[in-house]
T-cell receptor
């Protein structure tokens, strides 16, 4: 399996622009998580889905952030408008209900907002 | 809510020596999972080792082992025979026993390996 795929790997944008991050989970996994990593706050959950349905979005910082999972093989995290404080590494992870508990992480997207 | 604390922002170890990274956590649950993840400069999060709270035996994966003290809510990682490739950020994390809820991470420990 190719593992969790994220795109782009790096994104540099200007304040006010819309940013869309993409994630393809491991085939067959039914849970998908979006985490954000910053120096100040470390790794924190933004939102997670089960069978394409958002379960907990309490970590989404504000209305500028939105996430969707239109099908089992694709999710997006959108920031509109972006701000410099959104600069971070955004990780997507997926897992499979039952079995051995493990979340598989994608390589992350490094976002820089100028 | 669960919390995870890593009190050592940075550690260093000589190649071939042993190093222990500390982690404490707080939870009201009696059953849960604990993890150590490695994040090298490539940014990839790699699972190093996993411990189920109901298992008293400490988990071991090759040169990596844990000292799990449930009563003390302590979960340290020991790396034996350290190698240059072990240099990375190490994150301790807590997960609930359902297996599919978000992980709660500590702030991480940056490990340097000196040749």
């Amino acid at each position: 399996d190719a593992g969790v795929i994220q795109s782009p790997r790096h994104e540099v944008t200007e304040m006010g622009q819309e940013v869309t991050l993409r994630c393809k989970p491991i085939s067959g996994h039914d849970y998908l998580f979006w985490y954000r990593q910053t120096m100040m706050r470390g790794l924190e959950l933004l939102i997670y889905f089960n069978n394409n349905v958002p379960i907990d979005d309490s970590g989404m910082p504000e209305d500028r952030f939105s996430a969707k999972m239109p099908n089992a093989s694709f999710s997006t995290l959108k920031i509109q408008p972006s701000e410099p404080r959104d600069s971070a590494v955004y990780f997507c992870a997926s897992s499979l209900a039952g079995g051995i508990y493990e979340q598989f992480f994608g390589p992350g997207t490094r976002l820089t907002v100028l | 809510a669960q919390t995870v604390t890593q009190s050592q922002p940075e550690m260093s170890v000589q190649e071939a020596e042993t190093v222990t990274l500390s982690c404490t956590y707080d939870t009201s649950e009696s059953d849960y999972y604990l993890f150590w993840y490695k994040q090298p400069p490539s940014r990839q999060m790699i699972l190093v080792i996993r411990q189920e709270a109901y298992k008293q035996q400490n988990a071991t994966e090759n040169r990596f082992s844990v000292n799990f003290q449930k009563a003390a809510k302590s979960f340290s990682l020991k790396i034996s025979d350290s190698q240059l490739g072990d240099a990375a950020m190490y994150f301790c994390a807590h997960g609930d026993p359902s297996g599919n809820t978000p992980l709660v991470f500590g702030k991480g420990t940056r490990l340097s390996v000196i040749a």
